[in-house]
DNA sequence: TGCACGAGTTCTAACAAGCA
DNA sequence: TGCTTGTTAGAACTCGTGCA
């Protein structure tokens, strides 16, 4: 028959799981509302029970243990897997989606999308963080990221949204104002937005086309294609873009690719979160709406 | 600055006794 | 019999302090 140990006091095993995703006994009980040295004791209990010590204390820092590091995941797991137990006692996917996302995804492909989302889920509110650094999902109220990179960050599931291609883009009277853009070089001709964007170099190596000096011609660096993507609408120069964010600009003609060749740097866009969180109902809803939006608008 | 530890305090659960 | 109240022991906490 199978015989299961008795557990340790539920209280102890939270204070771990804070501690262990903190990194600090002070830090921990700042957060559970407890003082440093009750936070200690129930390390200790945790430890005792154990047998054996959870955390090395070093000089004015702590570290997991062997032990400690293979508890960690499975508790942090168990955890997850109560507060979507919650959630869902609750009644299911409601409550705020949160989604940390690049500026330029945001505004110029998911804005124009997301009421489809919110209709399907009216008891979902979304709110939508446009940030340029990655989100640390440990520290981060944050429950879904969209990212640019290789897919591969550990602990995290990530699934590909949009590759991310680029070619160059302008505006129809900007390509006028030199009777036409006919050869990659021509672009040469015209104002750059963000010369020194390493993909303009690798743009026009592939189109054979020798552009020695760019990063030192002078150009506004904007930090974003949606901004550039603007500035080009604008006819102030062209841009180089990634041409899923610009399909509408290129429908309607605001903006022209004046050549099919598109680039690649082995990067993407992506759908991540943390792999303990895949069964999350407002992550599922939010992952099955957006992977379906993607598949419909490739066809 | 951050963790560990001792002393003292507070909280909680278990139990017994009293009462309607 | 079931509920309330008082007592007690142990758990869990805070505070103060020492140490690295």
């Known amino acids: 028959m199978h015989k299961t140990l008795p ?37 200790k209990v945790l430890e005792d029970r154990l ?12 570290a997991l ?7 960690a995941p499975a508790v942090t797991q168990a955890f997850e897997q109560l507060s979507e137990a919650y959630v869902t006692a609750r009644g299911g996917a409601q409550g705020t989606l949160v989604i940390s996302t690049i500026a330029t995804f945001a505004s110029n492909w998911l804005a124009r999308r ?13 709110r939508l963080q ?56 021509d672009l040469l001709g015209l104002p750059l937005l963000d010369p020194g964007d390493p993909w303009w170099a690798k743009w026009f190596a592939a189109a054979n086309v020798p552009a020695e000096g760019l990063s030192s011609r002078p150009g506004a660096s904007m930090g974003a294609q949606a901004y550039e993507g603007n ?3 604008a006819g102030q120069g062209v841009a180089i873009l990634t041409p899923a964010f610009f399909a509408a600009e290129l429908a309607d003609g605001r903006l022209v690719q004046p050549f099919d060749l598109l680039c690649n740097d082995d990067h993407a866009y992506w759908l991540v979160y943390p792999e303990t969180r895949r ?7 939010f992952r099955q709406w957006i992977l379906g939006e993607i598949a419909a608008s490739s066809r």
Do not use: C
């Not at 999902?137 to 969209?146: L, M, P, T």
């Not at 006028?176 to 853009?181: D, E, M, Q, R, T």
């Not at 069964?279 to 809803?285: H, L």
């Open 7 to 43: 557990l340790p006091p539920l209280t102890a095993i939270r204070v771990f799981e804070a501690v262990a995703r903190h990194g600090s006994f002070t830090k921990a009980a700042t957060e559970l509302g407890m003082t440093q040295a009750a936070v200690s004791y129930q390390i």
């Open 51 to 62: 047998g054996a010590p959870l955390f090395l204390r070093r000089p004015r820092q702590i």
């Open 65 to 71: 243990t062997e032990v400690g590091q293979r508890l």
């Open 114 to 126: 997301l009421g489809s989302f919110q209709i399907a889920h009216p008891s979902l509110a979304v």
């Open 130 to 185: 446009t940030e340029p650094h990655l989100v640390d999902f440990s520290r981060e109220e944050v429950d879904i990221g969209i990212r640019s990179g290789r897919g591969d960050w550990p602990g995290l599931a990530a699934h590909r949204l949009i590759n991310a291609d680029f070619t160059p883009m302008l505006s129809p009277s900007l390509a006028a104002s030199i009777g036409g853009v006919k050869e990659p070089a």
């Open 231 to 233: 500035a080009a609408t």
């Open 279 to 285: 069964n999350s109902p407002k992550i599922s809803a």
